[in-house]
C-alpha cells in the first residue's frame, strides 16, 4: 500500500495544485454540472449538493487515494481536480483521472496539471505506473496523455453509451521506467 495522507501543495508556472478548501465548492459544482464534463467523464448531472460537498470535506482525510484541486494561478479560482487512487495491488500501480471546468479549458492547465501529478506521483512515491481510461470522443485529452509519455494498453469497447452510440474507452498506462526516459 502506499500512504498518501500528506496532501502537498504544488505549483506550477499556470496552475497550484493544493488540498480542497470550502470556499472551493461554488466552482466544484460548476465543473461537476458542466455538459462537456458530464460528456468526457461519462457522468450525469444529477447529485445531491449536500452529498457533493460531504465528498469533497473528506478528501483531504484519505490516506489510500490523493485529491488535489487545480487552481488557476491568474484567477485565483478553482478550475478542476486531479485524483491518484484505485491501488492495484499486483502490479503496484495507481490509477489517475483529471477534469478541468469550463474556466480552465484551452489554456494549458490541463497539461502542466498532468505534469505536474506525475512528476510528483513518480518522485513521492514508490508507484510503478499510472492508468487511466479516456473514452474515444476525447482525442484532446488521449493527445495529452501520449504528450506526458502515457501509452495505449487496452481497449474497453462500448464502454458508455452516449447520445444513443455506444463509445470505446481506452486504457493508457505510464510506468516508472518510461517516466525516467523522458526525464
Known amino acids: 500500500m502506499v500512504d498518501l495522507g500528506n496532501k502537498p501543495v504544488i505549483e506550477g508556472e499556470k496552475v497550484i495544485l493544493r488540498p480542497f ?64 487512487n484505485l491501488y492495484d495491488e499486483k502490479n503496484h500501480s495507481m490509477n489517475f483521472r483529471i477534469l478541468i471546468g469550463p474556466r480552465g479549458r484551452n489554456r494549458g492547465l490541463g497539461t502542466e496539471a498532468t505534469q505536474l501529478i506525475i512528476d510528483y506521483v513518480f518522485k513521492e512515491t514508490t508507484i510503478n505506473q499510472l492508468t487511466l481510461s479516456v473514452f474515444a470522443f476525447n482525442p484532446r485529452a488521449k493527445h495529452i496523455y501520449e504528450k506526458v509519455g502515457f501509452v495505449m494498453d487496452s481497449i474497453d469497447e462500448n464502454d458508455l453509451e452516449f447520445d444513443g452510440e455506444w463509445i470505446d474507452s481506452i486504457n493508457m498506462k505510464l510506468t516508472r521506467e518510461k517516466w525516467l526516459d523522458m526525464k
Not at 464534463?37 to 490523493?66: C, M, P
Not at 487545480?70 to 481536480?81: F, K
Open 21 to 84: 478548501k470550502d470556499e472551493d465548492f461554488p466552482f466544484l459544482e460548476e465543473c461537476l454540472k458542466d455538459k462537456e464534463v458530464l460528456k468526457l467523464t461519462g457522468s450525469n448531472a444529477d447529485f445531491d449538493k449536500e452529498t457533493i460537498l460531504d465528498w469533497y470535506n473528506t478528501r483531504n482525510d484519505q490516506t489510500d487515494r490523493l485529491d488535489l484541486a487545480i487552481v488557476d494561478q491568474s484567477q485565483g479560482t478553482l478550475v478542476g481536480e486531479v485524483v491518484v
